[in-house]
T-cell receptor, first 113, second 118 residues
Framework: DSGVTQTPKHLITATGQRVTLRCSPRSGDLSVYWYQQSLDQGLQFLIQYYNGEERAKGNILERFSAQQFPDLHSELNLSSLELGDSALYFC????????????FGQGTRLTVV | AQKITQTQPGMFVQEKEAVTLDCTYDTSDPSYGLFWYKQPSSGEMIFLIYQGSYDQQNATEGRYSLNFQKARKSANLVISASQLGDSAMYFCAMRERDSTSGTYKYIFGTGTRLKVLA
């Protein structure tokens, strides 16, 4: 168990809808990262938050947004969903500084039909 | 330019043999870190091994070792005595400091799918 919790594990929704993915980082980790993994693809970095503030943006669509709350949990909002948004969405957390890996949640598998 | 390059989309290895998965990287951050993750068919990302840019010795974790050649910017994963359970996708990743935000970011390669044959 990595200590990172993602909910829900699976999500099936229709095109045009909006969903929210939730992530609780490991206790004490201030950084949260969101990644998208489409079928048989690598991990595409979407966005990073550190202690409530957005710190880095990757290939995140304008239809997607995220935030990190004072209790450090994070939410990724996906709107106007398209079939191509079907993917595994990972949240990871880490401490800043030091020699640590990013700890991953189990992922949320989103299927848009 | 790709920051992390894994040139082997797929690899086969016979059970009990050793296998090397290639990874090259590119960064201007002098204090970077290199990681390998395993993703079995169930989907979770499992951390395997870490190598810091200033580490003099190659990292080892059980049957996993990282062949770190700094001048060549390569960080190959060596799995010894392969087991059927090693069949999975393997990702090389790099942690570097983002020049704009000052925080660390993790960049992943495209992965290598390893199949261990009985």
């Amino acid at each position: 168990d990595s200590g990172v919790t993602q909910t829900p594990k699976h999500l099936i929704t229709a095109t045009g809808q909006r969903v929210t993915l939730r992530c609780s980082p490991r206790s004490g980790d201030l950084s949260v990262y969101w990644y998208q993994q489409s079928l048989d693809q690598g991990l595409q970095f979407l966005i990073q938050y550190y202690n409530g503030e957005e710190r880095a943006k990757g290939n995140i669509l304008e239809r997607f947004s995220a935030q990190q709350f004072p209790d450090l949990h994070s939410e990724l909002n996906l709107s106007s969903l398209e079939l191509g948004d079907s993917a595994l969405y990972f949240c990871a957390s880490s401490v800043q500084g030091g020699t640590t890996e990013a700890f991953f949640g189990q992922g949320t598998r989103l299927t848009v039909v | 330019a790709q920051k992390i390059t894994q040139t082997q989309p797929g690899m086969f290895v016979q059970e009990k043999e050793a296998v090397t998965l290639d990874c090259t990287y590119d960064t201007s951050d002098p204090s970077y870190g290199l990681f390998w993750y395993k993703q079995p068919s169930s989907g979770e990302m499992i951390f395997l091994i870490y190598q810091g840019s200033y580490d003099q010795q190659n990292a080892t974790e059980g049957r996993y070792s990282l062949n770190f050649q700094k001048a060549r910017k390569s960080a190959n994963l060596v799995i010894s005595a392969s087991q059927l359970g090693d069949s999975a996708m393997y990702f090389c990743a790099m942690r570097e400091r983002d020049s704009t935000s000052g925080t660390y970011k993790y960049i992943f390669g495209t992965g290598t799918r390893l199949k261990v044959l009985a």
